[in-house]
């Protein structure tokens, strides 16, 4: 079974591409990483193979060691601000 990353996932974009991600693949596991600075709750899909952690891209690779994760095999990376002030 593969594992794909999303960072960004609780965005408008991260969160429907999750959905296009889980109908192409749907044995895959998929993990959203997301800080909800501009992402919402609200925007997280509900299906048994996606799972959501509050944090920052920054922090990934203690995040994957904290939660004992495989190594993805794809990486989306949306998990960044939308305007180059704020980056």
């Known amino acids: ?4 990353l999303v960072t960004g996932g609780a965005g408008f974009i991260g969160s429907n591409l999750i959905k296009a991600l889980i109908k192409r693949y749907p044995k895959s596991k998929i993990v959203s990483v997301d800080n909800y600075f ?5 925007n ?14 920054m922090d990934i690779f203690s995040l994957w ?18 305007r180059i002030a704020q980056s």
């Open 65 to 82: 060691k904290k939660h004992k994760l495989a190594k993805p095999k794809a990486v989306f990376h949306l998990g960044e601000y939308s």
């Open 38 to 42: 501009t992402g919402k709750h609200e």
């Open 44 to 57: 997280e899909i509900k299906h048994k193979n996606v799972r959501y952690l509050n944090g920052n891209t």
């Open 1 to 4: 079974m593969n594992l794909i």
